[in-house]
């Protein structure tokens, strides 16, 4: 799996120097062992490194159209297109307007708790419940319904969730297929191979298509949200297909990313109770000046914040981020010596080995969220050394979405619960973007006296 054989190569050659030539498949590759380089790489070049390893993973199958239509895959003037089109429906002043989804969000996730204590005890798988948790706010901020997810049966499985789980499945899937086939990429175009599944195509199409024509209506008509966005793009001239595609894309950050982040992050909180009594602490005197919390009151917590930096780093969703050179560059690689990067190179930053360095963060594999305090975050980025959503212009679309649904959930659930671990679930689940926790995630939650 490529994250493992990344962190081994890197263990193997960081401190001799500041990148190291290795092979994806036949393909060669510049591996950066040197954060700073890195972050000259993804931010103070970028102009030499526009484009991503998985914009070679569209064109190949004319059915494939929403891979097609997203940023993430994206070459180019139209990746600056797409990610400006998409972009502009998630700035902040938007996610403020849509806030209520998120605070409605959360009561329905701790309704959804009380009734799986009462029906089935204090014990709830977490990873379940943490994407219970995202696709309820997901397919309200996006498409403008409830995936009864939180408001159906309890340990019931609702078809969005379902459709959402297999298609960013087969995403994963497709990323390690996608990259085995560099060895032979003509391949992908005589095999016909398509990076999403053509039955979840068809399940997000027609799901767009419905909540455009409910929307239209007149139903939900003055929210603030994705879907009116993705209406006022079509009114532009963007197609039905267009919508699908940017909707997807915020859906696999909101979705499946900020899912993990939320599970693993609780996790970490019942191990560390400690630091989960401090978080409690600050969202409780947060609440106790106004019965809910604004926007700007969550995005302002500075313990939780901490705690959230502290989890991306441990989890690193994406382990790595892949750059082609698309202008040749002169590198250099330190000792008086230089590289001249020729275009179609492409260019590893192994962000998982970074967060997980000792030299970097001492008891590198402990949760210390005290090392994100003042400001910290913003420096350890700039030196290349924290990059939970890479860097640069191509830096994750989803971030804001991200931030918010995971620290929306946090707020609730601590202030409600004690969060206590009931056994040990060890690391190594490696989807060949990131090494994630193995197994059921099996958390004790005790309701706090008010």
């Known amino acids: 799996m490529y994250v493992h054989i990344y962190v081994c190569s890197c263990s193997k050659y960081k401190g001799k120097h500041r990148a190291v030539g290795t092979f994806i498949t036949r393909q060669p590759q510049l591996l950066i062992l040197d954060p700073a380089l890195a972050h000259e790489i993804l931010v103070d070049k970028f102009s030499h490194f526009r484009d991503t390893i998985t914009s070679s993973f569209v064109g190949h199958n004319p059915h494939d159209k929403y891979v097609m239509r997203s940023p993430f895959f994206s070459a180019g003037d139209e990746w600056k297109r797409l990610r400006t089109e998409n972009g502009a429906g998630l700035t902040p002043n938007r996610l403020r307007m849509a806030f209520n989804i998120w605070e409605q969000s959360g009561r329905r996730l701790v309704e959804y708790m009380e009734r799986a204590r009462r029906e089935k005890g204090d014990i709830i798988e977490t990873r379940d419940l943490a994407y219970r948790f995202t696709a309820t706010t997901m397919a309200d901020f996006i498409w403008g319904i409830d995936a009864n997810a939180l408001s159906g049966k309890v340990g019931e499985v609702g078809v969005l969730q379902k459709s959402s789980t ?212 913003g420096v350890f980025n700039k030196r290349g050394m924290f990059l939970p959503f890479g860097d640069g212009p191509r830096i994750c679309l989803g971030m804001r979405v991200g931030q918010l649904t995971v620290k929306t959930a946090i707020l609730n659930i601590i202030s409600n619960y004690l969060v206590e671990q009931t056994n040990k679930v060890s690391l190594g689940a490696d989807t060949g973007l990131g090494i994630f926790l193995n197994g059921d995630v099996m958390l004790k939650y005790t309701k706090l006296e008010k």
């Not at 996608?178 to 398509?194: D, E, Y």
């Not at 409780?284 to 914040?305: F, G, K, M, R």
């Not at 210390?368 to 003042?374: I, L, T, V, Y």
């Open 166 to 377: 297999d298609w960013t499945t087969s995403a994963f899937s497709s990323v390690m297929k996608f990259n085995k086939s560099l060895v032979a990429p003509f391949l992908r175009k005589i095999l016909g191979m398509r990076f999403f599944p053509k039955a979840t195509d068809e399940f997000f199409l027609k799901l767009t298509q419905d909540a455009v024509k409910l929307r239209q209506g007149g139903s939900g008509e003055g929210r603030s949200d994705y879907l009116s966005h993705l209406i006022q793009l079509q009114q532009r001239g963007n197609t039905i297909h267009d919508s699908v595609g940017h909707a997807l894309t915020v859906h696999l950050d909101g979705y499946e990313t900020s899912g993990a982040v939320l599970y693993h992050m609780l996790y970490s909180l019942s191990e560390h109770t400690e630091e989960q009594e401090k978080l409690r602490s600050e969202i409780l005197e947060a609440l106790a000046l106004n019965e809910t919390i604004s926007y700007e009151q969550i995005n302002a917590l500075p313990y939780l914040d901490q705690c959230f930096n502290e989890s991306l780093r441990l989890t690193t969703p994406i382990g790595f981020f892949m750059r082609i050179c698309t202008k040749a560059v002169e590198i250099d690689l330190g000792n008086e010596k230089t590289l001249n990067l020729e275009p179609g190179i492409s260019v590893l930053v192994p962000a998982y080995q970074y967060h997980h360095d000792e030299a970097f963060y001492p008891e590198a594999s402990e949760f210390r969220p005290k090392r994100f305090e003042d400001g910290a975050a």
